[in-house]
Each structure stands twice: as structure tokens, then as C-alpha cells.
């Protein structure tokens, strides 16, 4: 998808860079997309310590906190598509067939998947910065072959940590389109699996897939976010 294979670009540590790294790296992304998309036996969900309350003779009601916009910190003039759907030409899904953006059943609690969740460096990054979370998946459950992108507005130290991050792990990372595109593919037994990656202007595209993906899915969210300027504009 994208250079070789690929829902703004998006919203530190790493580990050893040396060939074996490099492959471990593989590896773990191979486990975590496969165990997105494939069905597994359920999770006991960690648990979480209870908030303490300041000791106080009356205590104050609390108020939920809105969500917050995707992309609302980002910069100005940065893009901030407002969904998922924003970020697709009509010939990308149509190219993605049966499957479908953001089924029901990926909202699923026990799942607990992310880009960057055997990655503590992406992870950091993507968990300290809006985002927008956009998944293609079989609609009926986990068939072995999705995509998931992580759109991630970042400032200018994150976006420098991840383009050394993935340049350290290995990746190829080239020009692209005023950007900085990286890709990493490999295989096994259940198929293909890799991570596309695109920065530019504060925004960090992450993709990862398995078994899927069409030829220039990266480049057709780029160019929903950044479109090209018509000759003479």
C-alpha cells in the first residue's frame, strides 16, 4: 500500500536499531494488526485505581470534560477534518470492497488495539496529542485483513521524534508531496503486514495493515488533506 503497499497527518524512547531490532520490530507490528483483525479469546480488562477525592467537609460536584475536536490544538491553518469520511476520495472506498470504515464491532472494549501499542515511542506521541482513529474492517467481525490510520496533530519536537524513530527502526523514509513518507512491509505464514507513515505542516499520518490496503491510500488521505493546487492557482 502507498510506496510499496500504504482516516491530517497525525498525532519519547526506542529500541535497539541494529538488524535484529529491526526485525523484532516487524514482528510485534505482525502480532498486534493480526491480533486486531483476527478473532481471539477475550481479555480481562486492567483494572484502574479509583481517583482519591481531596479530604473536604463537602464535596463539589464534578462535571464531565467535552471531548475535544480532532485536531482542536492544532496550529492554524492546520487541516481538521471533522471525520473519518473526510479523508477518502469516493474510488478509496469503493476500492476497498466488502470492507467497511469504522465497524461496530471494533468498538469493542476487550479489543484495546491502537497503532503504536507495542511502540512506546508512537504510542507516547499518539496518546499526548489529538487524533482521529479511522479502522477498515470486515463488517461482520475479524477476518484476518484491515487497516487502521491514526491521524495525529503534532507539534514540531513530536514530529522530529517520530521521523527519528523510524528512521532508527529501519524504515524507508523518502519526499513525498512537501512530506516525510516512511514504510516498513514484511511477511509470514498468514500474509502481508507493514505501517505507512506520513508528516507534514504538524500532522502524522500512521497506517498500519494486514492483508490489505489499496495501491495510494496514503497519498488519497494526503491529498483530501493538503489537495493539490489546480494549474494557475
Known amino acids: 500500500m502507498g510506496a510499496a503497499h500504504s482516516q491530517p497527518p497525525a498525532p519519547a524512547k526506542r529500541r535497539l536499531r541494529v538488524i535484529f531490532g529491526v526485525l523484532a520490530a516487524l514482528v510485534a507490528v505482525a502480532a498486534l494488526v493480526v491480533g486486531l483483525f483476527w478473532p481471539r479469546d477475550s481479555v480481562t480488562p486492567a483494572a484502574t485505581e479509583a481517583a482519591r477525592p481531596t479530604p473536604s467537609a463537602t464535596v463539589a460536584p464534578t462535571t464531565a470534560t467535552p471531548t475535544p475536536t480532532p485536531g482542536s490544538s492544532a496550529a492554524p491553518g492546520t487541516p481538521q477534518p471533522a471525520s473519518c469520511a473526510d479523508l477518502y476520495s469516493p474510488e478509496m472506498v469503493a476500492a476497498?470492497?466488502?470492507?467497511?470504515?469504522?465497524?461496530?464491532?471494533?468498538?469493542?472494549?476487550?479489543?484495546?488495539?491502537?497503532?503504536?501499542?507495542?511502540d512506546p515511542v508512537q504510542q507516547e506521541v499518539i496518546e499526548t496529542n489529538d487524533s482521529l482513529l479511522c479502522q477498515w474492517a470486515m463488517p461482520e467481525g475479524p477476518s484476518g485483513a484491515g487497516v487502521s490510520?491514526?491521524?495525529?496533530?503534532?507539534?514540531?519536537?513530536?514530529s522530529a521524534t517520530i521521523?527519528?524513530?523510524?528512521a532508527d527502526r529501519g524504515d524507508s523514509c523518502f519526499e513525498q508531496q512537501g512530506g516525510l513518507r516512511c514504510t516498513t512491509e514484511s511477511s509470514n505464514d498468514e500474509g502481508y503486514f507493514g505501517e505507512s507513515h506520513f508528516l507534514r505542516d504538524g500532522i502524522w499520518v500512521a497506517t498500519e495493515y494486514s492483508n490489505a490496503g489499496p495501491e495510494g491510500y496514503t497519498l488519497d488521505i494526503v491529498n483530501h488533506l493538503w489537495p493539490p493546487m489546480a494549474p494557475g492557482d
Open 96 to 118: 476497498f470492497g466488502r470492507m467497511v470504515l469504522n465497524p461496530a464491532w471494533l468498538d469493542d472494549p476487550e479489543l484495546e488495539m491502537k497503532i503504536g501499542e507495542d
Open 149 to 158: 490510520t491514526t491521524v495525529v496533530w503534532v507539534d514540531a519536537e513530536d
Open 163 to 166: 521521523e527519528a524513530h523510524l
